[in-house]
């Protein structure tokens, strides 16, 4: 039985509360939280420590609507989304980009699950953090396009990253 105490800890839009006194069928402890939308819900301290639950579902329901645009991707609110996915790809396997020496001949990838579907990647984008401006930045320079390997940086921020990356490998 999880006896984590979770009270007053943030789970993204979820402020744990109190232990309901309830628990699921494994034994997890069902918190009662205050979702920032106003809703009071009885969430999981397995789902929420591991980042499954992070809100009462009202996150779900506004990324959704984001998704679902009427006038397509390329042309519309998500165009300059649209575009990062288009070149991080070319990057990648287009050898007669310039940047493509830097990328897909140094074997860096698109992982499969962003590499055919648009809507897979703005679906992670949206849930971590992306904001018109941001520009696209893996986190381990050497590493694939991936969830776990990318982040969303001011254009100033990763120059200065890249700045920083080139120096240290002179360093070396």
């Not at 819900?41 to 998704?67: A, F, P, Q, W, Y």
């Not at 699950?113 to 849930?127: C, M, Q, R």
Request: charged share 30%; with cysteine.
């Amino acid at each position: 039985m999880n006896k984590k105490n979770l009270k007053g800890r943030r789970f993204g839009r979820l402020l744990v509360l109190e232990d309901s006194k309830k628990r699921t069928k494994s034994g997890s402890i069902l918190w009662v939280s205050l979702c920032d939308c106003g809703n009071l819900v009885k969430r999981c301290s397995s789902d929420m420590i591991k980042g499954h639950t992070r809100s009462c579902g009202c996150l779900n329901i506004e990324i959704h609507r984001k998704l679902n645009l009427k006038h397509g991707d390329r042309r519309g609110k998500f165009k300059n989304l649209y575009q990062t996915w288009i070149g991080m790809k070319r990057r990648c396997h287009d050898e007669n980009r310039k940047g493509y020496k830097y990328y897909g001949a140094k074997g860096i990838k698109v992982c499969p699950e962003w590499e055919n579907n648009f809507s897979t990647f703005k679906f992670w984008a949206l849930l971590n953090g992306y904001e018109e401006g941001l520009t696209i930045d893996r986190i381990n320079a050497k590493g694939n396009y991936e969830p776990s390997n990318c982040q969303w940086l001011t254009k100033s921020e990763n120059s200065i990253k890249g700045h920083l990356e080139r120096r240290h490998e002179q360093s070396l």
